[in-house]
């Protein structure tokens, strides 16, 4: 083994300190007996610097503090140098004063953001309307609509079997009319929490609110708050009240001593009871009386309760009479609504089934002028029917211009009434062509092809709309009402009929059973159905149907166009709709000329 001391000058390192005797050590060599090429070239390759030096090393003494000590890489001062400013009390005011001048600054950033926040013009925000101003509501007459045991009457049960069979048309609401048990199937019941044992058992009516429930579907009911039958059991406590047990039904009905003028009160025992002008068979409840007002309130909530989505209030023009009876207190009908509504929102707060659940309210009223539209509405109902356009009819006094056609009246009235909404935004529109008590669409417009056109334009405009039975799918009238009155006759489901299995024919169905029903319209590949399906659907999911501006286009020659587009969206992610509708019988060209401009559009579609 060599020695570890150089010999000669050249193997001299200035880096390495002096060893014994003056040699200078050479740590990069190493035995090279037992050793591998690796350990040895690891090794030379990086010297080890002796931790202590040998004899000769002369060792200099360190500064008394290394910190004052000039030191090339260092910036700034020292520790010790800054120590003097520590307790300085010059410095120390300087800090405090700059201390506090920040807090100040961060105090006044913080604030000026708040009044950002509060005080600066801030985004309106967009809110989705709620479920019943958009919805397509599907107004069943049950009777006549599907007989799931036989017996020749519709029921709940047919409705439930059915239930898909609309939620692929795009219906969204149901709302089967009558349901509650009634002499005659009227809406002078017989009790308000128990459903016509014609129509089905108690528990069916509620399988038919989960059935709908489960299908994404809403249900309202129409709801007698004002009149019941001569049955109910109200009437026949308030007309014993003599007896004691009795005797907080004494003031239930609005009862006289003898018969006044007026037609409106019959007889009854040895009294007159007040009623429903030409239907003595519905009593007028006596609103003024806190056990009136209890039960009915009780009613609502025990419906809420069991999953009802809305109400229908029937005969609102009775909630409050004139001393004869001759007359609507239209002052005291505002104050009767006023005390529903606030007892149904109170309710949905409290529940714990229906909690925060939006339960809708409207009604409908003949004849009703702006005003009174809009009081009823400022009163707590969310909606009133449009009845206008259940009005048009072919050579009717309100449709007589050019020999007999349906436009001009039709756009008169729409121009009309969407101008009234227009200026009261708080009046949500809702829509009705039809109902149970109105001569079909088609048949009045002696036309399908323009009960279709009418009932697009139904769908296109702003708001709720209500959809009778069959008029998707242009049902007319019975030749004659000798069984059930016109309007009310089977729903056309195939070309046999599909209505019911029984021979009895209680309900008739029409004779163009076969080319008109629904498994046909729904097979081809345009057809009433179709239309109605693809715009109710469209309006479940499209923002512009739902909350969009309506222009109505200048009338020519019995033809018009409805433009959909949401005011101020200069951007491509809302789409325009313009739908053109012609009730004459031949072509016309429709400006385009008072729209907004198209030219933001990528692309556009025609659909004939």
Known sequence: MKSMYADDEEEYDPRLMPGPEGKIPRFYEVDRGNKTESYITAVTSNPIHPKYPGPGYEQVPPAEDEDDQPDGDRVGLTERQLRKYRDDPVWKAIRRVLFVACCLLWLLLFLAVIFLVFFSSKCEAIEGPNWWQTTVAYNIWVPSFQDSDGDGYGDIKGVIDRMEHLRKSGVQTIWPNPLLASPDFSLAVNSHHEIDPRLGAVKQTDELIETIRDKGMKLVISLPVATTSLQHQWFQNSASASKPEYQNFSQFYIWASKSSDSS???????????????????????????????????????????????????????????????EPDWSGIRERIKEIRRHVDAYTRESVTAQGKKIALFASRDDAKERDKKELVESGLDTVINYELSKVEKNSKICHKNEGSIAYCVYEILSDVLRFHLLYPQVWPQWQLGDAFTSRIATRVESRAQAEALLLVQLVVPGTINVYYGDEIGMTDLPDDRKVPKQRGQMQWTAEGGFSSSDANKIPVNTDVKNINWERQYSQTTSSLKMFRRVAKLRLRDETLKRGTTLVGQLVKGAFTITRFIEGDNSTSSNIYTVAVNFSPQSINLPLDDFPSYNNLEKATVIN
Do not use: C, M
């Open 264 to 326: 409106y009160f019959a007889p009854h025992k040895n009294l007159f009871y007040l009623h429903e002008f030409n239907n003595s068979k519905a009593a007028v409840l006596n609103w003024q009386d806190e056990h009136v007002q209890k039960q009915i309130k009780q009613v609502l909530s025990d419906w809420i309760e069991r999953g009802i989505d809305g109400f229908y209030l029937t005969d609102v023009e009775y909630l409050a009479r004139s001393p004869n009876g001759t």
